[in-house]
C-alpha cells in the first residue's frame, strides 16, 4: 500500500509500481482526449518545492495537478526564504500551517526528502534527492516501457551515461529489477559507483556488450561540471568511446526504444539520429511524464481522504 | 589528610583482576590489601563492583572557547565524570584556535575552575591549524599542552607536517595525525561503497585516510620520530600500523567505539547522528579494528567526543555537522563488544583505556598500584541499561547509540582521590 509519501522506489513494493502506472493508463486516455479540467485533486493544493534548477519534472508536476484541478505553488530555492537561511524544516512547516497538501521536492542533497516527510503532515513526492533517487522520472520511464513492450519480464534495459551522479539510475534499477527486467550498465570507470552491481545491475564493459540484444537504450545526461571536475577529459571523447549512434544501435534489438530523460546533449550521449529516429520515445516520455505524476498524484491524495490533513 | 576507602570491590590491576580494598590519602594510592580498615577514612562500598584506573580520553572536543552552545569546559568535564574518565585531553579546534600559550593556559585554568576531571589541552600543529607555520610549540607546552594536533583539519603539506614532527620532538611533544587526504575526500560525508551508492551520498574513500596514515609512518620512519594516528577507522590502517610497528617504527594509534560497533548500513537512514570523520565504515573493516585493538596495532581507545548543537545535526545529511558525542557511552560500548563480545580481557581493556594513552602522552595514571594517583573508575559490569541521550551531561545529544541496550554502568569516577561522579 501506498503510504503518505513517496521518497523512493528502493522501498516500494511492486504492487505499488503496477497500481501507479495502471491508474496513469486512464489518466493518459483523458489527456490524449485533450481533457485538461478534471475534478480529481478539486480543494486540494500542491507545491513544488524546488532547490535545484528544473523545467521539465517541475513543469511536469505543475500541469498534472492543475489538469486534476488542484491549485499550485511553486517555491524556488533561490526565490524564497530558503535565500535568508530558513531550514528545510522549518519551511516544510510553513507550508503546512498554509494547509498545503502535497510538497514535491527536488533536492541537490541526497535524503532531504525523507527529512522533510518525516517532518511535516503534507505527503511529499521526492522530484530527485541529489544522487538518491527520482522515483516519478523512473515510473515514467516504466510505464513507456510497458506501453511498448506489455511486460517487463525478460525485458534488457541497457543504461549508458554517467551512472555514479545519476538518481534516474538508481530509481530505473530499484525497479526494474522488482518488475522482473534485467539492466545493464555502462559508463566510464570514473562514473561508475562502487556496489551497483551488487544491487542488481549487470555492469557492461564494452558499448557493445551493453547494448547487446537490448529492448530498452536509456541514455543518462553527461554534464558539464563532471569534465570540469576531471572525471572525463572532454565531450568529444566521451562521445567517440561511450557515446551511441545510429550505427552502434544495431547491435540492440531492432525494435528497441531509445529513451533518455533529458535534457538530452545533442551529439554527446546520442547522435541527433537516434534522438530523431524512429526508436526514440524520448518525447512520448515526456507525455507519460504528466500522466504518472497525475496518477501519484491521485493516489496519494486519496489516501489523504479521511486523513489527518484537516486536523 | 583526605582518605579514601574503596571496600570490597574487584580490582582490575595491569596483570590481574582480584578483590581487594584500596586506600587513598591526599589523593594517592597508599595501599591495595584485602580487609583494609581506616575509621578516618571516607568508604564507598564497591561490593559486586569492578574498580577501573581512571580512564584517558586523548582525544576529545569541549568546545570551548567559541563553541559553548555545543559544549563547554563545564559540562564536558561532568560528561566526562559520567563515563568514568578522570582525565582527557581537549583537541585545539576552538575558537580562537588553541595554537598559543594564552588558549591553552585559558583551558587550563577553567577547567580547574571547573574541577572535575584533569583536562590537557592539545595544542595546535599550525597556527590556526591552517597547515602552514608552526605554531608556538615551546610556549604551549609550558603552559600544559601535552600533545600537538591539527585534529580535523589535516596538515597536508608534508613538509609542513616533518618538520612539526622534527620540532615537536624538542619539546617532547607527540604529533596527534588526523589522516584524511582532503583531494581524495571531496566533500565525501560516508563510507564509499555499496551503502554510499546505495544512499546517494557522496562517498570518502578509505585511500583518503590511509594515504596519509602511511605519509605519517614513513616520515616518522626516515625521521626517527613518534607520531601517534587519530581515530583509525580502516582495515587497511590497522594493516598499514602493523607492519610498521613490527619495523620498529614510532607509531601509536587510536580508534573510537563507533569503529568497532557499527557498520555503514547505518547510514542509509540519513540519520545525521551516524555522520562522522573519518565515516563509518564496513564489517571487514570492524573485525579488523578489533583484531588490531587485541593485539595491540591500535594502542588505545579514544571517543573522538564531539558534540554538536541539534540544529546542526538535523538538517539534510550532507550539512550535518561531522561527529559523535560519545564520552558517555564509550566504556559501556567497549565493555560490551569488547569485553563481552570476547575480543579483550579487562585488563586489556583497562590498558586500551587508560594505561595505554598514559604511556603515548606521559600522563599520570593509567594503573591501579601503591603510590599512584587515585584516579579510579568504578563501574557494575553487570547492569544493562538503555543508552538515552536524553540524559546525557553533554550538551551534544548527538548519537547513533540511542536506544541501544549496553552492559557496564559507572557507578563512581575517582580523581585525585576525590568522589567526582556518583551514579
Known amino acids: ?75 524556488s530555492a533561490s526565490s524564497s526564504s530558503v535565500q535568508k537561511g530558513e531550514t528545510l524544516i522549518d519551511t516544510g512547516k510553513t507550508l503546512d500551517a498554509m494547509k498545503n497538501d502535497v510538497i514535491v521536492i527536488r533536492h541537490p542533497m541526497g535524503g532531504a526528502p525523507r527529512l522533510l516527510a518525516k517532518n511535516v503532515r503534507a505527503s511529499v513526492i521526492n522530484g530527485g534527492d541529489g544522487m538518491n533517487e527520482h522515483p516519478t522520472q523512473a515510473l515514467l520511464d516504466f510505464y513507456t516501457m510497458r506501453e511498448k513492450f506489455g511486460s517487463f519480464k525478460g525485458l534488457k534495459v541497457a543504461i549508458l551515461g554517467d551512472i555514479k551522479h545519476s538518481r534516474v539510475a538508481k530509481s530505473n534499477l530499484f525497479g526494474l529489477t522488482k518488475l522482473g527486467a534485467e539492466v545493464v550498465m555502462f559508463s566510464p570507470a570514473t562514473l561508475m559507483p562502487q556496489g551497483i552491481d551488487r544491487m542488481g545491475a549487470k555492469i557492461a564493459h564494452s558499448r557493445e556488450e551493453a547494448l547487446a540484444g537490448a529492448n530498452v537504450v536509456m541514455g543518462l545526461r553527461i554534464q558539464l561540471e563532471r569534465m570540469h571536475g576531471g572525471l572525463f577529459p572532454s565531450l568529444s571523447e566521451y562521445a567517440q568511446y561511450y557515446g551511441v549512434s545510429e550505427e552502434h544501435l544495431k547491435y540492440a534489438d531492432k525494435d528497441c526504444i531509445v529513451m533518455h530523460p533529458g535534457p538530452v546533449n545533442r551529439g554527446v550521449e546520442f547522435t541527433t539520429g537516434v534522438i530523431d529516429g524512429g526508436n526514440s520515445e524520448i518525447n512520448e516520455q515526456v507525455l507519460n511524464g504528466v500522466a504518472v505524476r497525475m496518477a501519484l498524484l491521485f493516489l496519494l491524495c486519496k489516501n489523504r481522504q479521511g486523513g489527518s490533513e484537516n486536523a | 589528610m583526605r582518605k579514601l576507602l574503596i571496600k570490597g570491590g574487584t580490582v582490575v590491576f595491569s596483570d590481574c583482576v582480584k578483590e581487594a580494598d584500596i586506600l587513598t590519602e591526599n589523593g594517592k594510592i597508599v595501599k591495595i590489601a584485602k580487609n583494609i580498615t581506616d575509621a578516618k577514612a571516607e568508604t564507598v562500598d564497591a561490593a559486586g563492583l569492578t574498580v577501573f584506573p581512571g580512564f584517558i580520553d586523548m582525544h576529545v572536543h569541549l568546545r570551548e572557547p567559541g563553541f559553548e552552545y555545543k559544549e563547554d569546559i563545564a559540562s564536558g568535564s561532568a560528561a566526562a565524570v559520567a563515563g568514568g574518565f578522570s582525565q582527557v585531553c581537549c583537541m585545539p579546534n576552538t575558537d580562537p584556535v588553541c595554537d598559543n600559550a594564552a588558549v591553552v593556559g585559558y583551558i587550563v585554568a577553567r577547567a580547574k575552575e571547573v574541577g572535575l576531571c584533569k583536562v590537557h589541552p592539545i595544542g595546535a600543529i599550525t597556527k590556526g591549524e591552517k597547515g602552514e607555520t608552526l605554531a608556538e610549540m615551546g610556549k604551549m607546552k609550558a603552559a600544559g599542552a601535552v600533545a600537538v594536533s591539527d585534529d580535523g583539519r589535516p596538515v597536508m603539506n608534508a613538509r609542513i607536517m616533518r618538520l612539526a614532527m622534527e620540532y615537536a620532538s624538542d619539546f617532547g611533544l607527540v604529533c596527534l595525525s588526523h589522516c584524511e587526504d582532503k583531494d581524495l575526500v571531496d566533500g565525501g560525508v560516508v563510507n564509499e561503497g555499496y551503502n554510499s551508492t546505495l544512499a546517494g551520498l557522496k562517498g570518502i574513500p578509505r585511500a583518503a585516510e590511509e594515504i596519509m596514515l602511511a605519509r605519517e609512518i614513513i616520515l616518522a620512519e626516515t625521521l626517527g620520530k613518534c607520531v601517534h594516528i587519530c581515530h583509525v577507522s580502516t582495515k587497511g590502517g590497522v594493516q598499514l600500523l602493523r607492519e610498521a610497528k613490527a619495523r620498529g617504527v614510532r607509531v601509536t594509534a587510536e580508534t573510537c567505539p563507533h569503529y568497532f560497533t557499527l557498520t555503514d548500513d547505518v547510514v542509509t537512514g540519513f540519520d545525521a547522528n551516524t555522520k562522522v570523520n573519518p565515516p563509518i565504515r564496513e564489517a571487514e573493516d570492524v573485525e579488523a579494528i578489533k583484531e588490531g585493538l587485541k593485539d595491540g596495532t591500535l594502542d588505545c581507545i579514544v571517543t573522538d567526543h564531539a558534540p554538536h548543537h541539534v540544529d546542526e545535526k538535523n538538517v539534510e545529511y550532507n550539512l550535518a555537522a561531522f561527529g559523535i558525542s560519545g564520552i558517555e557511552t564509550s566504556f559501556a560500548l567497549s565493555y560490551t563488544h569488547l569485553v563481552r563480545g570476547g575480543v579483550l580481557s579487562l585488563c586489556e581493556l583497562a590498558d586500551r583505556m587508560s594505561a595505554a594513552p598514559a604511556r603515548i602522552l606521559s600522563l599520570e595514571g593509567g594503573a591501579i598500584e601503591e603510590g599512584a594517583v587515585a584516579d579510579l573508575a568504578i563501574a557494575d559490569l553487570n547492569e544493562k541499561f538503555v543508552i538515552d541521550s536524553k540524559k546525557f551531561r553533554s550538551k551534544g545529544k548527538n548519537t547513533p547509540f540511542d536506544g541501544a541496550e549496553v552492559y557496564g554502568r559507572v557507578k563512581y569516577t575517582i580523581v585525585d582521590g576525590e568522589i567526582k561522579f556518583r551514579a
Open chain 1, 1 to 75: 500500500m501506498l503510504g503518505k509519501d513517496l521518497l523512493g522506489l528502493y522501498d516500494a513494493a511492486q504492487e505499488d509500481i503496477l497500481s501507479i502506472l495502471d491508474t496513469a493508463a486512464g489518466m493518459k486516455k483523458l489527456l490524449t482526449q485533450n481533457l485538461k479540467k478534471l475534478p480529481h485533486l478539486q480543494g486540494r493544493t500542491v507545491t513544488t518545492l524546488f532547490y535545484e534548477n528544473s523545467t521539465r519534472t517541475r513543469c511536469s508536476f505543475e500541469l498534472a495537478a492543475k489538469y486534476l484541478g488542484a491549485g499550485t505553488v511553486n517555491i
